[in-house]
Nanobody
């Protein structure tokens, strides 16, 4: 079992950057695939990025490709989402999640953090 806590959200101007962190408890962090999702008001939670156990394989939603980078440090039990060139449409609550499957589907992730708000102003 793993517990996840996100941090690093906030208010940023369009074109700016933020780095989100996802701290995990438990000694099994390295055995989970990690994903990042986001949910804007009135919209469904959607996939943003994912990373495999070692960090050697990643994938991204088309809307963030080239701007966001997902990474992890298994020694620190932490996953990261570096977000550059932020746009107003990136405004959402961002969640990290852990899964035993390599998937972009919400239902594949059994462990979720509480979320962190990212607001991008014009």
């Amino acid at each position: 079992q793993v517990q996840l806590v996100e941090s690093g959200g906030g208010l940023v101007q369009a074109g700016g950057s933020l780095r989100l962190s996802c701290a995990a408890s438990g000694r099994t962090f390295g055995s989970y695939f990690m994903g990042w999702f986001r949910q804007a008001p009135g919209k469904e939670r959607q996939f943003v990025a994912r990373i495999n156990w070692t960090g050697g394989t990643t994938s991204y939603a088309d809307s963030v490709k080239g701007r966001f980078t997902v990474s992890r440090d298994n020694a620190k039990n932490t996953a990261y989402l570096q977000m550059n060139d932020l746009k107003q449409e990136d405004t959402a609550v961002y969640y990290c999640a852990a899964s035993s499957m390599w998937s972009i589907q919400r239902g594949a992730y059994g462990y979720w953090g509480q979320g962190t708000q990212v607001t991008v102003s014009s």
